[in-house]
């Protein structure tokens, strides 16, 4: 099967996984409809939905998102840029991130290959783990709902600010904190020679610290940001209870870190979907401006391919740091070489192998991405500028060789985890409601109708994490359930009893780090809603977001699936259906013909949502 490109798999990942994260927020106080949002003239919908609209319009990319952010700014939203990355700077791409109240929503722009290169907008609305408050003059905002963490600048004065600031935190369930009492207080700022601070606590998650310092040019720089408990207790920690720090005002600096713009876009899938995109830009940083374009200066000398290579494609002779995967079917090293010699590099020798190019509209000095396919066989590359080295990294069918996969992986392991290697303990930081370990490379939750989740790759040793989560789960009072957990040196599946539910983590090794995976069911939801299936199968929920009727033939049934059905609640068709795989065929979408089968378990929930690309399959509870 062929990859899709990149810009339209982000398009089809933002907008598709949120179809069914709408409907467990449906109950919600604050409900968000992205169909009825505010937009620039001339539109015409692909499809439109509450929790995700997809829609072209007439003008180019740059020009449509101003214009789509002015509409709604105008509105009410406030945007924000991420707290640790740049935004995207692409001609033929913008993404935006904006707030109103607790409600998020993505503003994805792009040219859509499938709408005769028209510009498309993608609306799609975003679970904010920790939401925040901006003043509503805010400007220079940055914000991760995760950490959480939230820097910005603002006209009001110092007291103003920290009054306001104080009453939206406790509507948010957040209490001042007095480190003289060591308790809860009604009022709890700290004056400092330029500004003050004050402490903010909740019975689940860190601690906060707000910093305000009163700017040069007489505005108020803003500052919250998680920290660790042994702050708010000076007497057994006195240095802890300085005041810190606070920030200088930021500074305006030039956009154009299309690497850290990317890896943050990654970012903000995995939240949404768990999808394996950023596993080929983790760990971005962005590249200096004059080490990103070396102009004349820069080497045209051509590679050539490394001796000894066993992954299935070529690799240059400069490659260095190889961890090649052909279980999950993926590939990185590192290059001392630029990203332009390695994107000629390749473009060469793919060819010379008889492989087809796909467009990129990603092709910039300090990131390329490129697509190639041969039959059925398909590869994606992102070459990245990381410093003074170029990290590569792809993935797909052609990397795919299991038989490879144990040599591999042990390899790999016994490189980067020396024998002798002391167990230590992990940090924890919050990823969507759940822990994971502070130190990671990758990160991000997931959020569907009955089952919540959190994963992560970290680079420390299986034990090592296996202890970080025995402890801070233990503190949340789950419960393992020894006769079910299965232990080994390179895997572990430990189950618990929560009071929501059922967990599982799943813990496992690849390319030297241990792999996370946390999920949580929540029974007492998916026993209330009706929706099981009897004991031992599983229930498909059908939805259809077509203007058009849809026909799938899955399970042996041929099911018609009326416009619209299942778009902004369960109400679709269902079906019963024991453990296994579910190959299926559709009529009525552009994706419409045989596709992957769908792989179910017992008593469990699946999403099988028909859009304008084909099918997407989730699993609710």
Same mark, same amino acid.
């Given at each position: 099967?062929?990859?899709?490109?990149?810009?339209?798999?982000?398009?089809?990942?933002?907008?598709?996984?949120?179809?069914?994260?709408?409907?467990?927020?449906?109950?919600? !106080?604050?409900?968000?409809?992205t /169909?009825?949002l505010?937009?620039?003239s001339?539109?015409?919908?692909?499809?439109?939905?509450?929790?995700?609209?997809?829609?072209?319009?007439?003008?180019?990319?740059?020009?449509?998102? !101003?214009?789509?952010?002015?509409?709604?700014?105008?509105?009410?939203?406030?945007?924000?840029?991420?707290?640790?990355?740049?935004?995207?700077?692409?001609?033929?791409?913008?993404?935006?991130t904006?707030?109103?109240?607790?409600?998020?929503?993505?503003?994805?722009?792009?040219?859509?290959?499938?709408?005769?290169?028209?510009?498309?907008?993608?609306?799609?609305?975003?679970?904010?783990?920790?939401?925040?408050?901006?003043?509503?003059?805010?400007?220079?905002?940055?914000?991760?709902?995760?950490?959480?963490?939230?820097?910005?600048?603002?006209?009001?004065?110092?007291?103003a600010?920290?009054?306001?600031?104080?009453?939206?935190?406790?509507?948010?369930?957040?209490?001042?904190?007095?480190?003289?009492?060591?308790?809860?207080?009604?009022?709890?700022?700290?004056?400092?020679?330029?500004?003050?601070?004050?402490?903010?606590?909740?019975?689940?998650?860190?601690?906060?610290?707000?910093?305000?310092?009163? &700017?040069?040019?007489?505005? *108020?720089?803003?500052?919250?940001?998680?920290?660790?408990?042994?702050?708010l207790?000076p007497?057994?920690?006195?240095?802890?209870?300085?005041?810190?720090?606070?920030?200088?005002?930021?500074?305006?600096?030039?956009?154009?870190?299309?690497?850290d713009?990317?890896?943050d876009?990654?970012?903000?899938?995995?939240?949404?979907?768990?999808?394996?995109?950023?596993?080929s830009?983790?760990?971005?940083?962005p &590249?200096?401006?004059?080490?990103?374009?070396?102009?004349?200066?820069?080497?045209?000398?051509?590679?050539?391919?490394?001796?000894g290579? *066993?992954?299935?494609?070529?690799?240059?002779?400069?490659?260095?740091?190889?961890?090649?995967?052909?279980?999950?079917?993926?590939? !990185?090293?590192?290059?001392?070489?630029?990203?332009?010699?390695?994107?000629?590099?390749? @473009?060469?020798?793919?060819?010379?192998?008889?492989?087809?190019?796909e467009?990129?509209?990603?092709?910039?000095a300090?990131?390329?991405?490129?697509?190639?396919?041969?039959?059925?066989?398909?590869?994606?590359?992102?070459? %990245?500028?990381?410093?003074?080295?170029?990290?590569?990294?792809?993935?797909?069918?052609v990397?795919?060789?299991?038989?490879?996969?144990?040599?591999?992986?042990?390899?790999?392991?016994?490189?980067?985890?020396?024998?002798?290697?002391?167990?230590?303990?992990?940090?924890?930081?919050?990823?969507?409601?759940?822990?994971?370990?502070?130190?990671?490379?990758?990160?991000? /939750?997931?959020?569907? %109708?009955?089952?919540?989740?959190?994963?992560?790759?970290v680079p420390?040793?299986?034990?090592?994490?296996?202890?970080?989560?025995?402890?801070?789960?233990?503190? @949340?009072?789950?419960?393992?359930?020894t /006769?079910?957990?299965?232990?080994k040196?390179?895997?572990?599946?430990?189950?618990?009893?929560?009071?929501?539910?059922?967990?599982?983590?799943?813990?496992g090794?690849?390319?030297?780090?241990?792999?996370?995976?946390?999920?949580?069911? !929540?029974?007492?939801k998916?026993?209330?809603?009706?929706?099981?299936?009897?004991?031992?199968?599983?229930?498909?929920?059908?939805?259809?977001?077509?203007?058009?009727?849809?026909?799938?033939?899955?399970?042996?049934?041929?099911?018609?699936?009326?416009?619209?059905?299942?778009?902004?609640?369960?109400?679709?068709? *269902?079906?019963?259906?024991?453990?296994?795989?579910?190959p299926?065929?559709?009529?009525?979408?552009?994706?419409?013909?045989?596709?992957?089968?769908?792989?179910?378990?017992?008593?469990?929930?699946?999403?099988?949502?028909?859009?304008?690309?084909?099918?997407?399959?989730?699993?609710m509870?």
């Amino acid at each position: 099967m062929r990859s899709i490109r990149f810009p339209a798999l982000i398009s089809c990942v933002l907008s598709a996984f949120v179809l069914f994260v709408g409907i467990a927020d449906a109950s919600a !106080e604050e409900t968000l409809d992205t /169909s009825k949002l505010p937009r620039v003239s001339g539109t015409k919908d692909i499809f439109a939905s509450a929790p995700s609209t997809i829609f072209t319009a007439p003008g180019a990319v740059a020009e449509t998102a !101003e214009g789509t952010i002015a509409a709604l700014t105008a509105a009410g939203w406030q945007q924000y840029a991420p707290a640790f990355a740049e935004q995207i700077n692409n001609p033929n791409m913008a993404l935006a991130t904006l707030k109103k109240g607790a409600l998020g929503l993505s503003v994805f722009v792009t040219v859509a290959p499938a709408q005769n290169n028209a510009t498309s907008v993608t609306y799609s609305g975003v679970i904010i783990a920790n939401d925040l408050p901006f003043p509503k003059d805010a400007t220079d905002i940055k914000f991760d709902g995760d950490r959480p963490h939230l820097s910005c600048v603002t006209a009001g004065s110092l007291e103003a600010t920290s009054d306001f600031l104080r009453t939206e935190l406790i509507a948010r369930g957040w209490s001042p904190w007095s480190v003289k009492d060591n308790a809860k207080s009604a009022y709890a700022d700290q004056k400092t020679e330029k500004g003050l601070y004050a402490y903010y606590v909740r019975d689940a998650g860190k601690p906060l610290i707000l910093v305000l310092q009163s &700017a040069d040019n007489g505005k *108020t720089t803003v500052k919250i940001e998680a920290v660790s408990p042994d702050l708010l207790h000076p007497a057994e920690k006195q240095e802890a209870a300085k005041a810190p720090e606070a920030p200088p005002a930021p500074t305006a600096k030039p956009q154009d870190k299309v690497g850290d713009a990317i890896d943050d876009l990654a970012a903000s899938i995995i939240k949404q979907a768990q999808e394996s995109v950023t596993d080929s830009m983790r760990g971005a940083k962005p &590249a200096a401006a004059d080490k990103a374009d070396k102009g004349s200066d820069e080497s045209t000398e051509e590679l050539t391919v490394l001796d000894g290579n *066993t992954a299935p494609i070529p690799v240059p002779s400069t490659a260095a740091e190889i961890a090649f995967d052909g279980s999950s079917g993926k590939l !990185e090293f590192n290059s001392s070489s630029s990203v332009k010699q390695v994107a000629a590099f390749y @473009r060469s020798q793919m060819k010379t192998l008889g492989w087809s190019e796909e467009k990129s509209v990603i092709n910039q000095a300090n990131m390329v991405v490129l697509g190639f396919h041969k039959g059925e066989q398909d590869v994606s590359l992102t070459l %990245m500028k990381m410093g003074e080295a170029v990290n590569v990294s792809a993935t797909g069918s052609v990397l795919e060789k299991p038989e490879a996969t144990e040599e591999a992986s042990a390899s790999s392991d016994a490189a980067s985890a020396p024998v002798n290697e002391p167990e230590r303990e992990l940090e924890a930081e919050d990823a969507g409601g759940l822990p994971v370990p502070k130190e990671h490379s990758l990160s991000g /939750s997931e959020q569907s %109708m009955f089952r919540h989740g959190a994963n992560a790759n970290v680079p420390a040793k299986l034990a090592s994490v296996l202890a970080f989560y025995r402890r801070e789960l233990g503190k @949340r009072d789950w419960k393992e359930d020894t /006769s079910k957990s299965v232990i080994k040196d390179d895997a572990a599946e430990i189950h618990f009893t929560t009071a929501d539910g059922p967990a599982v983590l799943k813990l496992g090794r690849a390319n030297g780090e241990t792999t996370i995976a946390l999920t949580v069911r !929540e029974d007492d939801k998916a026993k209330k809603s009706g929706l099981l299936a009897k004991p031992g199968q599983t229930k498909l929920l059908i939805g259809n977001y077509l203007d058009t009727e849809a026909v799938i033939t899955i399970a042996g049934k041929t099911i018609k699936v009326p416009a619209g059905a299942g778009s902004k609640g369960p109400d679709g068709p *269902t079906l019963d259906v024991a453990p296994g795989k579910y190959p299926y065929k559709l009529k009525g979408a552009s994706g419409a013909g045989s596709n992957d089968p769908i792989e179910v378990g017992a008593d469990e929930i699946w999403g099988v949502m028909i859009g304008p690309g084909g099918v997407l399959s989730l699993q609710m509870y």
